[in-house]
């Protein structure tokens, strides 16, 4: 059963573009979730996180929206740059002890220049 | 330099043969974990332990064994690798007394081929 399902598996975006990137979750516990960037060759990184006591968070040109009823979150890459080519993760944790993180499958964002 | 470091960073073995992959982190995190990337699946958690001595299973922990004697260290051993353990590995750590919140900090990644 997979817990977190992330779309579109590729993008290709415009430099300048928008670029999102969809989860959604099945599981109500869930109460944190992060976005992971990976370049090629290296392991990924934290990028923005939240909580879902707020509806959006943002952080510079990456910001993350989140609707609790629909159980779905969103990465938005405003202004996309090629240096921005990466894949990326969204993932939940529960909100139970300590609970390890579930990833989504991952998006290849590829950005043009 | 500190931070969390993974090797061998390239690994190719046969089919049935043991194959020990390291993972060591400098911050004294307590939480340390091991993933396995894989084209259409993603990350999927294997081991991930809580402190030195406390291991619990993940996603797809078969075949695999790990152990964590110092808090630095938590080697994953694949006893008899088969091909469908080809996989990139990933360590990573989180600090932290409940580590709810915690960021996972990852190593650079090691490529196993099993031939």
């Known amino acids: 059963q997979q817990q977190v399902k992330q779309s579109p598996q590729s993008l290709i975006v415009q430099k300048g573009g928008i670029s999102i990137i969809n989860c959604a979750y099945e599981n109500t516990a869930f109460d944190y979730f992060p976005w992971y960037q990976q370049f090629p060759g290296k392991g990924p990184a934290l990028l923005i996180a939240?909580?879902?006591?707020?509806s959006e968070k943002k952080e510079g040109r990456f910001t993350i929206s989140f609707n609790k009823s629909a159980k779905q979150f969103s990465l938005h890459i405003m202004d996309s740059q090629p240096g921005d080519s990466a894949t990326y993760f969204c993932a939940a944790r529960k909100n139970s002890g300590y609970s390890t993180l579930t990833f989504g499958k991952g998006t290849m964002l590829l950005v043009s220049p | 330099d500190a931070g969390i470091t993974q090797s061998p960073r390239y690994k190719i073995t046969e089919t049935g043969r043991q194959v020990t992959l390291m993972c060591h982190q400098t911050w004294s995190h307590s939480y340390m974990f091991w993933y396995r990337q894989d084209l259409g699946h993603g990350l999927r958690l294997i081991y991930y332990s809580a402190a030195a001595d406390i291991t619990d299973k993940g996603e797809v922990p078969d075949g695999y064994v790990v152990s964590r004697s110092k808090t630095e260290n938590f080697p994953l051993t694949l006893e008899s690798a088969t091909r469908s353990q080809t996989s990139v590995y990933f360590c990573?750590?989180?600090?932290?007394?409940?580590?709810?919140?915690?960021?996972?900090?990852f190593g650079p990644g090691t490529r196993l081929t099993v031939l």
């Open positions: 990573a750590s989180s600090g932290g007394t409940s580590g709810r919140t915690d960021t996972q900090y």
């Open positions: 939240i909580r879902p006591d707020v």
